[in-house]
Structures are given as C-alpha cells and as structure tokens.
C-alpha cells in the first residue's frame, strides 16, 4: 500500500469538499475522505504505526462538525 498515494488523495478529497457548491457533494467528498482515512489507520494499525491522536482515521474530520457546510474561506 502506497501511504503518500493515499494521503494525497485524503488531502484532495478534502479540499474538494471544502470547494463544493453544494451540501450533498460536501458530503460525498467527505464521505471519501472519511474512507481514506479507515484505509490509513488500518494499515498503521495492522503494522504497529498508529500516527497520533489528532489523525482521526476511523471518523470524519472533526473540522465539518456535524456535517455543517464550509463558511466561505474556512480553513481545512
């Protein structure tokens, strides 16, 4: 498993949330974040490298809350 590959994508998923015009791509974007994420801290798990507390792996980035849109400008 590439990790810099899947960071990557972690980071675009991301930033296309954060550009998303409405709610439902904000989620579909994040939803594939929140995925990547699972497939990166399983692998770490599986290999004894678990990164820090602050990489939430199995949940959704806590920046988006409870699913609220992105204030124009918000950082990620």
Not at 38 to 62: C, N
């Amino acid at each position: 498993m590439d990790l810099n590959r899947l960071y990557s994508q972690h980071q675009i998923a991301l930033m296309k949330a954060g550009a998303s015009a409405s709610l439902p791509d904000q989620h579909i974007h994040l939803d594939c974040a929140a995925h990547i994420a699972s497939r990166i801290a399983s692998y770490q798990r599986t290999h004894g490298a678990e990164a820090a507390g602050s990489w939430l792996g199995d949940r959704q980035p806590r920046v988006f809350g409870q699913a609220t849109p992105l204030a124009e400008g918000a950082l990620l």
